[in-house]
């Protein structure tokens, strides 16, 4: 975090007084186990004592700092949704009516146990009344109007080449399982994983009224046709790649490259009859479905169509269809061993839903103004702190360094909550339909997106809801965004020491930032394009050094013989460095020269990474981190600790780390970026 002492005194002078426990308690020592050397595992060192004192509840396949702020949230939430409802005045059409309604609707399970099936019946005879594939794809363009994503994603977003205009996008999807690995790959458990896959289609077949044998047929056939999207599908890794997955194409070009697919009809049923430029971020994913459309029976089509209403559907109908879609997506992928209390499913779907709405109420009764004001002085350090480093980097030329510290400066901060609110008057909420409520929203939201296709990127709109525990950097606007849902101890703790706080917030800040630097920010402009503004010799000496820091990843070892993936993670491994460094650098710029004394044992060089350290501290299920081994772009919490501290000389010193501990990383092997 980079908080000048000024204001962070000025601070504590205008409000309540930090006390020396108050100081104290933002690292306990017996949340530790001290019995473990920092230079063995810092992570256990540091989160030992917590890991062994709050195991996984069984609601959840990993529990840690953002999990705990995540639930504090929750509860927040539940009373401000029951305030909502006990106004008895609400008007219909007003923003209390519709977040009462679509909750309560959500709750009212005697209606939705009544209903069983018969909630998504109309929507099963529609699809077995299509009479040929020209209908199958209207259907499928039916489905994204309404906001569900059937076969592929279609959004807006800013176009990657001229980041001031908003421009349609198609991307490759329309599968059940994760990750498109989970179809290729012939180990063990990627096998039992598709036949667990293939038993539980065919279960959620026979709770919509299907015979034994006609679900397990209707089970084959949808993990074949997942299969052959898989097959035309990108990995993860090669998503990573923002030039590869740039490809501007008229409706026309579309129309060339996929001929099997009517792509004219697509885009007049969803009310976009002149799309304009279309981003087609994998053709060969769009020329596959072509083929595909020729390749599968119009039964297969129907079945897949099927499978794709009720998976969709499944969490918003009876409990029969509920516990089976947890007893696959749950406990079989990651481990949970019991689904959440219906009031947390309900009101993360009311979150969803009216996100924004619920943020209004949420930031004026949680989040103090002071805290919004705090965080913009912390940017601003963390800012220059940044641009310090650039100018002394020894591996980038002058010109380049220049580019880099225009980018650097032009970085927009959003913290808290938006400016400007989102309007939901023309979202409709009835009180005795949970199911036709998300619907609603989920419609509302594709038309709100539809709508900006051809226009001005609107610079205000967030990613993010308000009360959202997590932070992040939006490399076509060249911002980063902090909502007001992390800025909560362990991350922003307004009576801990300001070593405390620099060592979590203040590297959240410098990670987001350094986002704009990594293997894939690096590639856009101050503003926002893809636009490669490095010298050749710059982007090679980048690569070879980013290159040793994912080889520390690719030979770290979880669950005795699996491997974090240093490609897959790059990015993020890149900003959890770059953020260390950057808010070390501005928490030595804020002490002056001062070496305060140490609390409770520790120095302050210490506290600074045990800030860090906890906030990443966890415990998780095995099944869980297989799964996000193979999926997930961030390293896991441990590794997340355990390599990148051992790249910075500072955190060498202060822990005395030797070549004896097991983590030591030798000077000329350490990973020095940014």
Not at 205 to 230: C, H, I, Y
Not at 417 to 424: A, L, Q, T, V
Not at 437 to 442: D, E, H, L, M, P
Not at 630 to 645: F, L
Request: glycine share 6%; proline share 4%; hydrophobic share 35%.
């Amino acid at each position: 975090m980079a908080i000048t002492i000024l204001l962070f005194a000025g601070a504590c002078e205008n409000g309540a007084k930090k006390t020396d426990k108050a100081i104290a308690k933002a690292i306990n020592p017996e949340l530790m186990d001290l019995t473990v050397k920092p230079g063995d595992n810092f992570f256990k060192y540091v989160n030992g004592g917590w890991m062994k004192a709050n195991p996984i509840p069984p609601e959840y396949s990993q529990y840690g700092a953002f999990t705990i702020l995540y639930e504090q949230n929750q509860k927040q939430l539940k009373q401000l949704v029951a305030e909502v409802s006990a106004e008895k005045n609400a008007k219909k059409g007003s923003v209390s009516q519709k977040i009462r309604d679509f909750y309560n609707s959500g709750m009212d399970t005697l209606r939705i146990e009544k209903l069983g099936v018969k909630a998504i019946q109309k929507d099963i005879d529609e699809i077995n009344a299509l009479k040929d594939k020209k209908a199958v794809q209207q259907y499928i363009a039916k489905m994204h109007k309404a906001g569900a994503s059937t076969l592929f994603y279609f959004f807006s977003t800013a176009d990657q080449r001229n980041s001031s205009m908003e421009i349609a996008n198609f991307y490759q999807g329309g599968l059940g399982l994760p990750d498109v690995d989970y179809y290729r790959n012939n180990d063990d458990h990627s096998v039992k994983l598709r036949n667990d896959y293939k038993n539980h289609i065919a279960k959620m077949f026979q709770l919509a009224g299907d015979e034994n044998t006609t679900s397990t047929k209707r089970a084959e056939t949808v993990l074949k046709m997942e299969t052959t999207l898989a097959n035309n599908s990108r990995t993860r890794l090669e998503l990573r790649d923002p030039i590869a997955n740039y490809n501007k194409f008229t409706l026309t070009q579309l129309n060339d490259i996929s001929t099997g697919f009517d792509w004219s009809l697509f885009f007049n049923t969803i009310g976009l009859p002149e799309p304009g430029d279309i981003n087609v971020g994998q053709p060969d994913f769009f020329s596959g479905l072509s083929t595909m459309m020729q390749q599968y029976s119009l039964d297969d089509w129907k079945t897949y169509l099927l499978w794709n209403l009720i998976n969709g559907s499944a969490n918003y109908l009876s409990d029969d269809f509920v516990k089976q879609d947890f007893d696959f997506y749950g406990k079989t992928l990651s481990g949970k061993q019991a689904m959440k209390p219906r009031w947390k499913r309900v009101l993360a779907n009311t979150s969803g839903a009216l996100g924004e709405a619920l943020g209004q109420l949420y930031v004026e009764k949680y989040f103090p103004p002071e805290s919004k004001k705090r965080m913009v002085t912390l940017v601003e350090n963390l800012r220059k702190a940044f641009a310090a480093r650039i100018e002394k980097l020894d591996w980038m030329n002058e010109d380049t360094k220049k580019k880099a510290i225009e980018k650097l400066n032009a970085i927009t901060v959003k913290i808290g909550y938006p400016d400007k609110w989102r309007d939901y008057s023309k979202l409709d909420i009835v009180a005795d339909s949970y199911l036709a409520n998300v619907r609603a929203a989920n419609a509302f939201e594709f038309e709100r997106t539809l709508k900006k296709i051809g226009k001005p990127v609107d610079k205000t709109e967030w990613g993010m809801t308000p009360q959202t525990v997590n932070a992040y950097y939006n490399p076509s606007n060249n911002e980063i965004v902090f909502p007001a849902g992390i800025l909560q101890p362990p991350f922003f703790n307004k009576d801990a020491d300001d070593a405390v706080n620099y060592g979590a917030i203040g590297v959240v800040i410098g990670h987001e930032m350094t986002h704009g630097f990594d293997d894939q920010g690096r590639q856009y402009d101050k503003d926002g394009n893809l636009n490669d503004w490095w010298t050749e010799e710059d982007a090679k000496r980048f690569k070879e050094k980013t290159e040793v820091l994912a080889n520390e990843y690719n030979n770290y070892t979880v669950l005795d013989s699996l491997h974090v993936d240093g490609q897959l993670t790059m990015g993020e491994n890149i900003a959890d460095l770059g953020g260390l460094n950057i808010s070390f650098d501005a928490y030595k710029m804020a002490l002056d020269n001062k070496i305060p004394e140490p609390i409770d044992g520790f120095s302050y060089d210490q506290r600074f990474f045990l800030g860090y350290a906890q906030v990443w501290r966890q415990n998780i299920r095995d099944k869980e981190l297989m799964r996000r081994l193979k999926e997930d772009v961030h390293s896991p919490g441990e590794a997340r600790v355990n390599i990148p501290p051992f790249n910075l000389d500072v955190f060498i010193k202060a822990f005395n780390i030797t070549k004896d501990d097991k983590l030591f990383i030798p000077v000329e092997k350490r990973a020095y970026i940014w």
